[in-house]
């Protein structure tokens, strides 16, 4: 709450030292969705629920492994043998390349995948009602905030004009 007091005094300021305007409810309520970093989170994990909820992330599509690998080998042999016999082998090299594919599809897990699918859609059904609460919640706290302010205003206002009154009596009265 004290956050949006500062948020909507750097408003006004900002507003009327731009603009000589007043802040109205509209500009406040903007700035404090546009500026407001929890409901950039909240509409990130929605977008991040929305792009999970696939069909192959529940589990219902193959999946496609691709592994390849390779070798190379330099080797210099000198082999001295019992009998004497001495073996030498400079530059002795040897190259191994492999590679393997594998595709994975389960064709029947007990409708595991489709529950699954539904636990996704309801993830992401979550994300956006909680992206809408945040933004709800938000506007609310700006209103109150504003209208608070706007009442301080008044109540301001009131008490300078007692004080006006009670400064001209004391002058009126001898």
Avoid: H
Wanted: net charge positive; aromatic share 8%.
């Amino acid at each position: 709450m004290r956050t949006l007091y500062i948020i909507l005094l750097l408003a006004v300021c900002s507003v009327s030292k731009a603009q000589n305007n007043v802040l109205t409810q509209d500009d406040a309520i903007k700035t404090a969705l546009k500026n407001n970093f929890d409901i950039l989170i909240a509409r990130n994990d929605a977008d991040i629920a929305r792009l999970n909820n696939t069909p192959g992330n529940a589990g219902m599509r193959p999946t496609v492994n691709i592994n390849g690998s390779g070798a190379y080998d330099y080797n210099n042999v000198y082999q001295k043998l019992s009998s004497g016999t001495i073996n030498k082998y400079p530059s002795q090299s040897s190259t191994t390349i492999g590679a393997n594919t594998e595709l994975n599809w389960t064709l029947f897990d007990g409708g595991k995948m489709f529950v699954t699918k539904n636990k996704l859609n309801e993830i992401q059904a979550l994300g956006d009602l909680q992206f809408q609460a945040k933004v709800l919640e938000t506007t609310y706290n700006v209103i109150a905030a504003y209208y608070d302010i706007v009442r301080q205003k008044q109540q301001l206002k009131s008490i300078n004009e007692a004080i006006n009154y009670n400064k001209e009596r004391v002058t009126i009265q001898p």
